[in-house]
């Protein structure tokens, strides 16, 4: 038994050494990192131990400004694209003619690169010298007045980027959620119809509890992926975030590294460490929440 036990670890090492070399020991540094006060990148020497990176990321503006667009876009994509996910699943489920066809055409940009994406956004919401955009077009043809979504008021700048985002991450959560009603036992929908039951009554009696452990999973891992959202505000917006005023957390730590006020991976790690306990928390209290209304 014994020996069977160390070869189990044994083949279980590889995992665990990768592990320690590029998740483990990177977290451990950004934590160290995180303290070192005034740490010179050249020497690699500070002049003590404090938490004076976190006052001063909490004293940027910038980074104000980055937290904010975050939460905001967290706490709107979350919410509706796992919601109108759900809309679209339903509808799949319910019909058989050309269901494969419709299933592939709402995966279409799930495997279609961001940057590609976001150009065509561009296009149909930024105004050019030639045409105001396709949106516009469809807003002036209403009798509403052409608005400059991509350079715009900040509000427009913000519907962009969350209806970009709920359009990226909705073909994910349509395929998982499509999977999940299928495989919901017909007997307990036989068995309702019988008694008489309504569909409405179905659909969150017998619906919800089946696939919600699935929708638990939707809803922690888009809470993750939309805090570190990065690369959708750069496919809109460009690089220089800041100045656009739709910089996140994930870009305003790869401008203190990177960018042009780059150089300090301090404050970076500052910055990484306050996004980490932010995620953790929200993941703790939707695991928390799960226990009481998922059903496995």
């Given at each position: 038994?014994?020996?069977?036990?160390?070869?189990?670890?044994?083949?279980?090492?590889?995992?665990?050494?990768?592990?320690?070399?590029?998740?483990?020991?990177?977290?451990?540094?950004?934590?160290?990192?995180?303290?070192e006060?005034?740490?010179?990148?050249?020497?690699?020497?500070?002049?003590?131990?404090?938490?004076?990176?976190?006052k001063?990321?909490?004293?940027?503006?910038?980074?104000?400004?980055?937290?904010?667009?975050?939460?905001?876009?967290?706490?709107?994509?979350?919410?509706?694209?796992?919601g109108?996910?759900l809309?679209?699943?339903?509808?799949?489920?319910?019909?058989?003619?050309?269901?494969?066809?419709?299933?592939?055409?709402?995966?279409?940009?799930?495997?279609?690169?961001?940057?590609?994406?976001?150009?065509?956004?561009?296009?149909?919401?930024?105004?050019?010298?030639?045409?105001?955009g396709?949106?516009?077009?469809?807003?002036?043809?209403?009798?509403?007045?052409?608005?400059?979504?991509?350079e715009?008021?900040?509000?427009?700048?913000?519907?962009?980027?969350?209806?970009?985002?709920?359009?990226?991450?909705?073909?994910?959560?349509?395929?998982?959620?499509?999977?999940?009603?299928?495989?919901?036992?017909?007997?307990?929908?036989?068995?309702?119809?019988?008694?008489?039951?309504?569909?409405?009554?179905?659909?969150?009696?017998?619906?919800?509890?089946?696939?919600?452990?699935?929708?638990?999973?939707?809803?922690?891992?888009?809470?993750?992926?939309?805090?570190?959202?990065?690369?959708d505000?750069?496919?809109?917006?460009?690089?220089?975030?800041?100045?656009?005023?739709?910089?996140?957390?994930?870009?305003?730590?790869?401008?203190?590294?990177?960018?042009?006020?780059?150089?300090?991976?301090?404050?970076?790690?500052?910055?990484?460490?306050?996004?980490?306990?932010?995620?953790?928390?929200?993941?703790?209290?939707n695991?928390?929440?799960?226990?009481?209304?998922?059903?496995?």
């Open positions: 038994m014994e020996k069977k036990s160390f070869k189990g670890w044994l083949y279980l090492l590889p995992a665990f050494l990768f592990l320690a070399v590029f998740m483990i020991y990177p977290l451990v540094d950004v934590f160290i990192y995180s303290v006060e005034d740490f010179n990148f050249v020497t690699q020497a500070s002049t003590g131990i404090g938490f004076g990176n976190f001063y990321i909490f004293e940027d503006p910038y980074f104000i400004k980055a937290l904010q667009n975050t939460v905001i876009l967290v706490v709107i994509t979350v919410p509706l694209s796992t109108i996910a809309i679209i699943s339903l509808g799949l489920s319910s019909i058989k003619w050309l269901r494969k066809l419709f299933q592939t055409v709402y995966f279409l940009p799930y495997v279609t690169n961001t940057l590609a994406v976001g150009l065509v956004f561009m296009i149909l919401f930024k105004p050019t010298e030639y045409t105001d396709m949106v516009n077009l469809l807003i002036t043809t209403f009798g509403g007045q052409s608005v400059n979504f991509i715009g008021p900040y509000w427009a700048k913000m519907f962009v980027l969350c209806f970009y985002t709920i359009w990226v991450v909705m073909p994910f959560k349509i395929l998982i959620l499509t999977g999940s009603l299928a495989s919901v036992n017909r007997t307990y929908y036989d068995a309702a119809k019988v008694d008489g039951t309504g569909k409405a009554r179905m659909f969150f009696r017998i619906t919800l509890p089946m696939i919600s452990p699935m929708i638990s999973y939707l809803v922690i891992t888009g809470f993750i992926g939309a805090f570190k959202a990065y690369s505000s750069v496919a809109l917006f460009g690089t220089n975030l800041n100045v656009a005023g739709m910089n996140t957390l994930v870009g305003y730590v790869y401008d203190m590294l990177y960018g042009n006020s780059g150089g300090y991976p301090s404050y970076a790690s500052a910055a990484a460490v306050v996004l980490f306990f932010i995620v953790l928390a929200i993941t703790c209290v695991l928390l929440v799960s226990r009481k209304y998922v059903h496995y």
